[in-house]
T-cell receptor, first 115, second 114 residues
Framework: DAKTTQPTSMDCAEGRAANLPCNHSTISGNEYVYWYRQIHSQGPQYIIHGLKNNETNEMASLIITEDRKSSTLILPHATLRDTAVYYCIVSRRGVDGGATNKLIFGTGTLLAVQP | DTGVSQDPRHKITKRGQNVTFRCDPISEHNRLYWYRQTLGQGPEFLTYFQNEAQLEKSRLLSDRFSAERPKGSFSTLEIQRTEQGDSAMYLC????????????FGPGTRLTVT
């Protein structure tokens, strides 16, 4: 699975958009980009995933560049509860076309939302 | 939806003792995963099951570690002859093998080996 590179930490003002970058320059054609976050002392939480197209759900938006070598997770209106470590993960789908069989986490980006 | 549950939440043991952790996945999920997380690091994959079959094991899973999922529902992770280096958070996750892409994580079991 491709490696990802993320900044160690970022700050964001409450109510503003948080834009979290991720580089995955060695991504291959059948690999998806997943984002998870981990709030202190909790298990990781799925946020969003994508292959080529930009994606949006109730939590966030995912922007993937045309060459797929990088992506940005956008939290449109960050709140204090969004303070967490955000992980960008690149992984293939399972051989049966379904869920990936494992997630390879890096060290992620610690997003600190400031009041 | 009761989510993924893990028991115990915290375990303190002395070096050389055996410990066992339990994970109860979301009931309709047929896949179950174990991860380990040490301070300041992201979770590391250990192993996963599809139903009762253990399909992949990481090289991190030494001979002292064993995981089971005998009836395809709950799973146990046992560590024999614990070492101080085993101190970590042990996370369990579950997912469906088709359709959904998310892994749902439990709160973890924090193991401290003294």
């Amino acid at each position: 699975d491709a490696k990802t590179t993320q900044p160690t930490s970022m700050d964001c003002a409450e109510g503003r958009a948080a834009n979290l970058p991720c580089n995955h320059s060695t991504i291959s054609g059948n690999e998806y980009v997943y984002w998870y976050r981990q709030i202190h002392s909790q298990g990781p939480q799925y946020i969003i995933h994508g292959l080529k197209n930009n994606e949006t759900n109730e939590m966030a938006s995912l922007i993937i560049t045309e060459d797929r070598k990088s992506s940005t997770l956008i939290l449109p209106h960050a709140t204090l509860r969004d303070t967490a470590v955000y992980y960008c993960i690149v992984s293939r789908r399972g051989v049966d076309g379904g869920a990936t069989n494992k997630l390879i986490f890096g060290t992620g980006t610690l997003l600190a939302v400031q009041p | 939806d009761t989510g993924v549950s893990q028991d115990p939440r915290h375990k303190i043991t002395k070096r050389g003792q055996n410990v066992t952790f339990r994970c109860d996945p979301i009931s309709e999920h047929n896949r179950l995963y174990w991860y380990r997380q040490t301070l300041g690091q992201g979770p590391e994959f250990l192993t996963y099951f599809q139903n009762e079959a253990q399909l992949e094991k990481s090289r991190l899973l030494s001979d002292r570690f064993s995981a089971e999922r005998p009836k395809g529902s709950f799973s146990t992770l046992e560590i024999q002859r614990t070492e101080q280096g085993d101190s970590a958070m042990y996370l369990c996750a579950s997912s469906s093998s088709t359709g959904s892409y998310e892994q749902y994580f439990g709160p973890g079991t924090r193991l401290t080996v003294t």
